[in-house]
């Protein structure tokens, strides 16, 4: 008789996807979706389930093996690497097979071994600290050794990494946070400094493990982070302090909430699990991004005068007016966010029945 275990089960759908994954590369991802409804129905399995295995394994053709057969073994320190960040882009090199060198605030009287005939420096220390870890690191590094960091700010970071050493220079930008596994449709934004050839290894490593990658000039880039985080956190950061000091009961809001308010709310709940100086000095960063933060609280106080003031034309017409400037991205936006919620349902779903399982295997208080 057939092993109708779950791990058996189990190995059996593991060997049809690495099947199905490879039939996928084979073939137009568009094209690889059957009528499988009736199918579905009948073996009592529901669409959503479906739905999201096929979704994953069109994402899997995103990604590629991250050990490239023809590649050379890099050398590679982390400075600050003992960070969450530093730990993410050391996980993701020693599964490429390259050599990881870690230096923290504590070793530096070892940074000329820690820093000798290495391929990449990547810097990924605070902000405030960042320019004159640059220059120190610079100090030690041979003329073909490529200087890299991981700050929000590309514009005087390039600078001063061009300007402290001779050789390669490429500024990154990962658009995210730790908790990700790889780089699979995370943004790493990329500002190309000098002698392109010499880091080029790097951005090929991020693409095969399925990340996004944005090529930016220094001054782009800053500008648009004005937006991007200085301004979205400081809007989260102040619906998070409001909730507080109104004593809104989080978890009871939940309990009544719709999809869209659970992951408004998540977004703040993440913001607060954060590094509260690493936040700070995202908003505090420069003149562009305090101004613009000024800016901000200046539009909430004149749209909630007219909200005291029970003025409805004036804010229909503010919303109107915003409308057109985002113009087509509201569709897109409703796709995404559909995906989103119906994710979000997925998975709440499942916690709810695993926490109805343990309930009913948990023995009863005594007193």
Same mark, same amino acid.
């Given at each position: 008789m057939p092993d109708l275990s779950l791990?058996?089960? =189990?190995?059996?759908?593991?060997?049809? #996807?690495? @099947?199905? /994954?490879? !039939?996928?590369s084979e073939r137009s991802p568009s094209s690889s979706t059957t009528p499988v409804d009736t199918e579905l129905q009948k073996a009592g399995v529901p669409p959503f389930v479906w739905n999201s295995l096929v979704t994953s394994c069109t994402a899997a053709l995103a990604t590629r093996p991250l050990r490239h057969p023809d590649e050379?073994?890099?050398?590679?320190?982390?400075?600050?690497?003992?960070?969450?960040?530093?730990?993410?882009?050391?996980?993701?090199?020693?599964?490429?097979?390259?050599?990881?060198?870690?230096?923290?605030?504590? =070793?530096?009287?070892?940074?000329?071994? #820690?820093? @000798?005939? /290495?391929? !990449?420096?990547?810097?990924?220390?605070?902000i405030d600290r960042t320019l004159e870890i640059i220059r120190q690191t610079a100090g030690y590094l041979s003329p073909t050794a490529t200087l890299a960091d991981i700050t929000s700010i590309k514009g005087p970071m390039l600078e001063t990494m061009l300007a402290a050493h001779p050789g390669p220079v490429v500024g990154l930008h990962p658009m995210f946070g730790p908790g990700v596994e790889s780089f699979l449709s995370q943004k790493v934004v990329i500002c190309p400094g000098r002698d392109r050839p010499a880091w080029q290894w790097l951005v090929e490593l991020m693409a095969r493990d399925g990340g996004d990658l944005v090529e930016s000039p220094p001054d782009e880039h800053d500008q648009m982070m004005v937006t991007v985080q200085a301004i979205r956190h400081f809007a989260t950061f102040g619906l998070g302090v409001f909730l507080a000091q109104d004593g809104i009961e989080v978890g009871r809001s939940l309990e009544l909430s719709s999809p869209i308010y659970r992951l408004g709310i998540d977004m703040v709940?993440?913001?607060?699990?954060?590094?509260?100086?690493?936040?700070?000095?995202?908003?505090?960063?420069?003149?562009?991004?305090?101004?613009?933060?000024?800016?901000?609280?200046?539009?909430?106080?004149?749209?909630?005068?007219?909200?005291?003031?029970?003025?409805?034309?004036?804010?229909?017409?503010?919303?109107?007016?915003?409308?057109?400037?985002?113009?087509?991205?509201?569709e897109r936006a409703v796709r995404e966010s559909d995906r989103l919620i119906e994710a979000m349902s997925i998975l709440l779903a499942a916690d709810r029945v695993v926490d109805s399982a343990s309930a009913a295997s948990s023995p009863p208080d005594m007193e």
């Open positions: 791990e058996a089960i =189990d190995q059996q759908l593991i060997h049809l #996807l690495s @099947q199905r /994954i490879e !039939l996928l050379p073994q890099r050398r590679i320190t982390l400075i600050g690497g003992r960070g969450m960040m530093a730990q993410f882009f050391g996980q993701r090199f020693q599964a490429a097979g390259h050599e990881v060198r870690l230096l923290g605030r504590q =070793d530096w009287p070892q940074a000329p071994e #820690l820093l @000798q005939d /290495i391929d !990449l420096a990547l810097v990924c220390v605070p709940s993440r913001l607060f699990g954060q590094d509260a100086e690493l936040y700070a000095d995202i908003m505090l960063a420069n003149g562009d991004r305090r101004e613009a933060i000024a800016r901000l609280a200046q539009t909430f106080q004149v749209l909630a005068k007219q909200v005291q003031a029970k003025d409805r034309k004036g804010l229909i017409e503010a919303m109107n007016a915003a409308s057109e400037t985002f113009g087509s991205e509201t």
